[in-house]
């Protein structure tokens, strides 16, 4: 079966997003996938918008280039649709993976035409604990939100990767937030 995604997350710098799009391509990796990770730099500042690309194939990827129509963008914050355009491109019917507890009115217009998968990937990092100089880390709960739009990667894979990254107690709270991601998005 021949498989190709590509992604664009649209984050702030801070919030991990080059991290979770290597975890990502490492997993897709275990499961026998090809997977790239481009991230872009502009002036790096905390809180300033920020933007990576992920490729992930059944073949070797050879682009290496931005992805400029992407099969589904990944928001951090749901108020970069005000300020950046992330939706720029997105292929007709894409998916739209973004950190929100609510969609409001704006937000449910502005994504119309596209399949959205809100994660309230605030509310799941508190319950697991996984902050940052007490901020919510927020892109493990999103990776579960594209972990189960995908369906290419296991649990039990995304759960080894993950605990190869991060040893002892981080790494069970970063599995305890995929999990409960997992657990309550309607994929």
Known sequence: MSFSVEIRWHGRGGHGIVSASNLLCEMAMRKGYYGISIPIF????????TKVYTRISSKPIYKRSEVRNPDMVVITDASLLHIVDPLRGLKNGGTVVINSHRMGEEELRLLKGYKIVP??????????????GGIPVVTIPLLGGILKVLNIIDLATAEAVIREKWEG????????ALEMAMEVIRA
Not at 42 to 49: F, I, L, M, Q
Not at 120 to 132: Q, S
């Open 42 to 49: 502009g002036a790096e500042r905390r809180g300033a918008p």
């Open 169 to 176: 107690e981080l790494g069970e709270r970063n599995v305890k």
């Open 119 to 132: 994660v309230n990937a605030v509310e799941i990092a508190i319950k697991a604990d996984l902050r940052v």
